[in-house]
Structures are given as structure tokens and as C-alpha cells.
């Protein structure tokens, strides 16, 4: 019988920090690290070369891997604690910020820009707050300390080998089937391997599969009663206009994170994962499903800036499925674009029109994923998701003057899936001994930082109980 003392599911920032932290405190438990992509050093998107996606199987090299989604599409750190999810209101706030200024110090330590983005205390922050209070937005204040996409494979590679080096067994191209319970208590998993199914245990298990694993997730705390209730899931655009548009706000916040209510709904609708310079970019999961995303380099950089718009949606009764709702939303966009990912003009939208491939090359905004397809995103997003996309551009341009424009590009779908939250207490135990749960897929956490952040205070808790 294989049997561990802990078994890791998910070699994204939750489960690395949790393995880090382990070492960190003196830790002498036996550790696996289970991925179903690949090590960071295999990971390798063919796009670059083709000009296109080409829908690799079993996994897609961008979402999946040692180091998860997050560190292949912009590599941001937010150093906030009111930036990344729900996970203060579990810990507190004091605490989530310790333990953020913590985490961060490891990612210097591993290589990480000690430059921080979005810490501009000048004129141009109070003329910018100014009109953000005018348009009815909030303005979150958020330093960022941007990775970058290429110097975050460094970093993480470092990360890895480090794990490797101090005895942390990982295996790759492995996919975890299931949990394996006894009398309501976790006693390990069942793996898949190509063909074959093989069951390991372990004392504890710690699942920490992002967002493209939340709705496996969700699976699992179904058929084991795991507690947990449906959550939030974001259904957006991922924008994309000129620099020149974005200076100054590129400038002094690098990232801004604006937050609004649009009438009539007023539904919570935010920016998210902004781009400088950055590029558009395309990912798929497994269930075939293009979506998009954005990246941005340290070098290397573009004419454009793009950054997301997410409409948050709740779903309480009699529907409680908020990630299948929104596949479907991406699945109908994806029929419409032939697999591929949609681009429409803003000006076109409010004219009612779809737009076409010559109006694409003959415009000042020149889309940077080049293989988008132009059409109607209209026909396929909720109404109720669209108005809201619509009445916050408004309100944004009063912010950022121009961001209205005409030629303002609109991709989609972008879907953020995290909307399934497991309960658990400020240990991080859930209701299942020797079972927890982290990072994106557990509904408490959004993005790299506060991930990292459940990874360490997990890791604590488990050197904790072993004396360490």
C-alpha cells in the first residue's frame, strides 16, 4: 500500500506554498505533489509557432501545470488583502495582510521584481479617484508586484526544483479520480495515470485544483457531502483598447481595479487582470471550451492594453448550478465563433450590428490575438450580463476618457470559475477529517497572492500539528 503522510492535488500556488511553507517550518513528512499538466520546464504553448490554437490533449499548457493558470497569464501579485477573494473574512483582515507581506518575501526570495507596481501618491491618483467617485465606481488601492509571464516560469521553476531537492515526490501527468473515504474520514485518493487507476493514502489531503478544477470539485463535494454552497461566478469581456488611452492610468496604478453597480441590475461589475502593453490571449479546458484570458511580459510588449470586465452572478433557488450556467454561456459563444474566440467592436454593439474582418483591419485598435474571429458576442451573451458590460464602459470612460470608443474591442467569453465555496474554519478543516481544501477551486480565494497566502497558513497548520 502506497501511503504518504500528505497528499497535495494541485501543483498551483495553493498547493506549492503548502509544501513550501512545510519545508520552511522543518517539516519531515513524506509529501506528494500530484499535477495533471505538466513541470513548468514542459510546459510549452504551440500557439507561438503555428499562429493558432491547436487544442492540445490531455491538457492545455496554459491552464494547466506546475504553477497552475494564474502564473502563465500575467504573473500579478496583489499586495492587498482586500484584493483576491474572501479568505480575510475567514482569517481576518489584519491577518490576511501579515500574511500576504509574508508570502511575498518567499517570492523574493525565489526571484521575484522587488519593483511594485501602483504606489503613485501623486496629483494624477486624486484626479483619477475624482472621477471614479463621479461615475459612481470605486477605486480599489492595490500595489502590484507584476511577475511578468516569462519571468514567472523562472521563478516557479526555482520554486520547483527547490520542492524536488528537499524530498517533495510530484507527479506529473496524473489525474486525481477521486477521494477515498472511511467512515467520514479522507484516508487518501485515487489516481489516474493513463489507463490505470491506482488508490495512495495519506494522513491528510490537502486539494488545491484552481479554478479549472472547481467544477470537479464541486463534483466531489456532492457525492461525499462535503459542505459547501454555490457561490459567485463571473461572466465577462476581456477589452482591449490603445496604450495611449490607458497612459495615464498605466502609469499611476499600472492596475486598476475599479468596482461598480450599473443601473438597472446594479449586479457587482469589476476590472480584473489588466494588461499594459499586454496581449490577448486564448485558453482551453478540457471539456473543449475556449475561453479568454490576458498576458503581459516584462520585455516584451504591445500597442495595446486589455484588461477584464466580470459580471458577478448568484444563483440561490431553484438553481444552484452557477458553473454550468456559465460553461453553457461559453459553449454557445464558442459555437458561434467555430471553436474560436469572439471579438466585436464596442461602436458595432451599440449599433446593433455584428462586425466584420475588414472593419477589424481597417481600425486604429489592431486585435493582438490574431486569430480571434469577428462577429457578434451580443447574440450569445445573457442580456442582463451584456447591459451591464455596456452601462460600466460608460462609466469607465468618464474615468478613462476614450475607453468608449468606437474601436474598443470586446472578446469573449471570459469566465472566472471559483463559484463553488467549501465550508471550513479557521484551521481550514472541513467538515471531512484529514480533508482540505484551498486556493481558487474553494471558492475563498481569486488569484495568485491569496492562494499562495491559504498555501502558507495551511502549511503552518499542518507543521503545527506535527510538532514543528
Request: glycine share 10%.
Amino acid at each position: 500500500m502506497e501511503k504518504y503522510d500528505l497528499i497535495i492535488v494541485g501543483a498551483g500556488p495553493a498547493g506549492i506554498f503548502t509544501a513550501v511553507e512545510l519545508l520552511r517550518h522543518g517539516s519531515k513528512k513524506k509529501v506528494l505533489l500530484v499535477e495533471k499538466g505538466k513541470p513548468v520546464e514542459k510546459r510549452h504553448c504551440p500557439k507561438a509557432e503555428v499562429g493558432h490554437c491547436v487544442n492540445c490533449r490531455p491538457t492545455c499548457a496554459i491552464t494547466t501545470g506546475f504553477s497552475g493558470a494564474g502564473a502563465f497569464s500575467d504573473g500579478k501579485l496583489s499586495l492587498s488583502h482586500e484584493v483576491g477573494g474572501d479568505l480575510p473574512t475567514l482569517i481576518g483582515e489584519d491577518f490576511a495582510q501579515e500574511l500576504i507581506e509574508y508570502t511575498d518575501k518567499i517570492y523574493l526570495e525565489f526571484g521575484a521584481d522587488p519593483h511594485v507596481e501602483g504606489i503613485y501618491t501623486g496629483e494624477d491618483i486624486k484626479e483619477i479617484r475624482k472621477n471614479a467617485i463621479h461615475a459612481g465606481l470605486k477605486l480599489v488601492d492595490c500595489p502590484i508586484r507584476h511577475l511578468g509571464t516569462e519571468k514567472a516560469q523562472e521563478l516557479y521553476l526555482a520554486i520547483q526544483n527547490y520542492l524536488a531537492d528537499n524530498g517533495v515526490e510530484m507527479l506529473f501527468s496524473t489525474e486525481c479520480e477521486n477521494i477515498i473515504l472511511e467512515n467520514e474520514e479522507c484516508k487518501g485518493v485515487l489516481l489516474k495515470d493513463g489507463d490505470s487507476l491506482r488508490s495512495v493514502y495519506a494522513d491528510e489531503v490537502v486539494i488545491g485544483t484552481g479554478r479549472r478544477g472547481a467544477d470537479w470539485l464541486e463534483k466531489i463535494c456532492a457525492e461525499h457531502h462535503i459542505a459547501h454552497k454555490p457561490g459567485t461566478v463571473d461572466i465577462g469581456v476581456r477589452v482591449e483598447c490603445r496604450n495611449e488611452v490607458m497612459e495615464k492610468v498605466n502609469k499611476v496604478l499600472y492596475e486598476s481595479k475599479l468596482i461598480g453597480y450599473p443601473k438597472p441590475w446594479k449586479n457587482k461589475v469589476r476590472t480584473f487582470c489588466q494588461n499594459p502593453g499586454g496581449f490577448v490571449a486564448q485558453e482551453n479546458y478540457d471539456n473543449d471550451l475556449a475561453v479568454v484570458n490576458g498576458h503581459s511580459f516584462k520585455e516584451k510588449k504591445s500597442e495595446n492594453t486589455n484588461l477584464a470586465i466580470l459580471v458577478s452572478h448568484n444563483f440561490t433557488e431553484p438553481f444552484n448550478q452557477p458553473i454550468a450556467y456559465a460553461q453553457k454561456v461559453g459553449e454557445l459563444t464558442n459555437m458561434l465563433g467555430a471553436g474560436h474566440i469572439m471579438v466585436q467592436r464596442y461602436g458595432d454593439i451599440l449599433d446593433g450590428k455584428r462586425t466584420w474582418q475588414k472593419e477589424l483591419a481597417q481600425s486604429n485598435v489592431k486585435p493582438t490575438l490574431k486569430d480571434a474571429v469577428a462577429g457578434d458576442i451580443t447574440a450569445a451573451m445573457p442580456y442582463r450580463a451584456m447591459t451591464n458590460i455596456i452601462e460600466f464602459i460608460k462609466m469607465l470612460d468618464m474615468v478613462v476618457p476614450g475607453f468608449a470608443a468606437n474601436e474598443t474591442l470586446l472578446y469573449s467569453p471570459e469566465l472566472k470559475f471559483y463559484s463553488n465555496k467549501v465550508k471550513m474554519d479557521e484551521n481550514l478543516d472541513t467538515n471531512i477529517k484529514g480533508l482540505h481544501c484551498l486556493g481558487d477551486s474553494s471558492g475563498w480565494t481569486r488569484g495568485l497572492m491569496m492562494a499562495s497566502v491559504m498555501g502558507v497558513l495551511m502549511g503552518r497548520k499542518l507543521a503545527e500539528k506535527e510538532g514543528c
